[in-house]
């Protein structure tokens, strides 16, 4: 998953409090074809964020679906507020049958409601069979296993332009210090080392995610993210130190601070990856590689390339992920399809629908790497699998969307506050606490 929806896609998020009533895409089953068409005559409706390009492609999966079973199935896109839109059809007597979860907190939110069915045997025992315990784990509340992890996206890739390294003369750096010396050298020959999101405050918890689950390790990071450990640990106060390294070094952060504060996460890749560069390097997840692809026509591979973000401190390479979860509403009128639909969301024949599409990944550990369109994609989904348990989900995704996911307040503001003045990494510690204190206690 995209997260935060900043693809410059279009869709149709327009119809979302049509939901149910109005839907983005529609599949109709197909006469021939394998399958007993057991679901004949059902109609399930799917609800997600997914918009433009990603809600065709896994329109595929779903017509895939229909073929395989005799079931209809409707999808609407939701928009970003997937748990306001959804709370909102539940209360109305229109449920989705499924939705697709884009956060850990929201389908732990979802549980915690009673809106959620326990998933199938069929679904548990292939999900055990085919996924890293880790994805297991993400996918359960309180011991039950409610949720499915269909789409994962890789967000600890640093993306670049192979020209601006090679005229640089800087190979693919294996630590956080070698990736800085780098941004210096790319900074020397004349393109600034790193384009920054600042004005989506998502990106900036993604760098610090990644240093701090690298510094700090697995075990803090687990903690942290469930607000078992204070803000203002020590181990905290390091990773802000160590990216506010970054942040005030006007040589490695294209336009200094305050362009990074008005650079969007589109824009970001645009500086790297556009018709007129200005930096070598952009941080962030594997869908970089669609906005260079979609909008800037780089063949990824040769045009674009990334290399993975880089051990802090001695630590491991960190491995963070996002990723959106399929699950089952008690009161969709067809719950019981779409317990179908999820038990063959769960298989590798699934995943492979969309992974020939692109601009995918799955968890799915039986997924043949040759489905995968390219070698990047199939590197990049390589480097998820092979990570196995020491996958982290995205922290800010784990918290309260008051703490981890709203433009404005919280993690989001605070980091982009640190941006715009990194000096005092122990007062911005403190002010995190605060936030998220506030936060979980709801």
């Known amino acids: ?75 609407v896109s939701t928009g970003d507020n997937v748990s306001t839109v959804v709370g909102s059809k539940i209360e109305g007597g229109n449920a989705p049958d499924v939705v697709m979860v884009p956060q850990v907190g929201v389908l732990q939110q979802f549980a915690k409601k009673g809106w959620l069915k326990p998933l199938s045997a069929t679904a548990q025992s292939t999900i055990t069979a085919d996924y890293a315990p880790v994805w297991k784990t993400y ?65 900036l918890t993604d760098w610090f995610e990644n240093i701090y689950l690298s510094q700090a390790g697995p075990e803090k990071y687990d903690a942290l993210a469930a607000h078992k450990l204070k803000w ?6 390091k990773a802000l130190q160590t990216l ?13 601070q305050n362009e990074a504060l008005n650079t969007d996460f589109p824009g970001s890749v645009e500086k790297v990856f556009g018709p007129k560069p200005e930096a070598g390097m952009v941080y962030e997840g594997d869908f970089v590689a669609g906005v260079a692809h979609d909008q800037f026509g780089r063949t990824i591979g040769k045009d674009a390339n990334f290399f993975p973000f880089p051990a802090v401190d001695g630590g491991k390479a960190p491995v963070v992920s996002g990723g959106d979860a399929a699950v089952v509403l008690k009161d969709g009128k067809n719950a019981d399809a779409g ?27 039986k997924l043949d790497f040759a489905d995968y369109g390219d070698e990047v994609t199939r590197a990049t989904a390589k480097s998820l699998i092979a990570a196995g348990d020491s996958v982290r989900f995205d922290m800010s995704d784990q918290a309260p969307a008051a703490f981890g996911g709203t433009k404005g307040v919280g993690e989001w503001k605070l980091l982009q506050d640190f941006l715009r003045d990194p000096s005092d990494p122990r007062a911005t510690a403190a002010k995190l606490e605060d936030a998220a204190a506030k936060a979980y206690r709801g």
């Open 339 to 365: 317990m179908k639909l999820l038990e063959y969301l769960a298989t590798p024949e699934a995943a492979a629908v969309w992974a020939k599409a692109g601009g995918f990944l799955s968890p799915n550990k």
């Open 244 to 256: 506010g390294k970054l942040f005030k070094d006007k040589q490695l952060v294209a336009g200094g």
């Open 139 to 203: 996918g359960s509340v309180d011991g039950t296993l409610y949720g499915l992890y269909f789409k994962a996206a890789h967000k600890s890739t640093v993306w670049y332009s192979p020209d601006a390294l090679t005229q640089a003369g800087v190979k693919q750096p294996a630590t956080y210090d070698e990736m800085l010396k780098a941004g210096h050298t790319v900074s020397d020959s004349g393109l600034a080392a790193f384009a920054v999101a600042g004005q989506d405050g998502w990106t």
């Open 1 to 75: 998953m995209m997260r935060r929806r900043t693809t410059l896609l279009t869709g149709c998020t327009a119809l979302v409090l049509a939901l149910g009533a109005t839907a983005c895409g529609g599949s109709t089953p197909v006469a021939a074809g394998g399958g007993d068409k057991a679901l004949s005559g059902k109609t399930v409706t799917v609800a997600g964020v997914w918009t433009g390009t990603e809600q065709k492609n896994f329109q595929k999966v779903l017509d895939a679906f229909s073929e395989k079973t005799g079931a209809k199935t409707q999808f």
């Open 232 to 237: 203002t640990d020590a181990s905290v106060v």
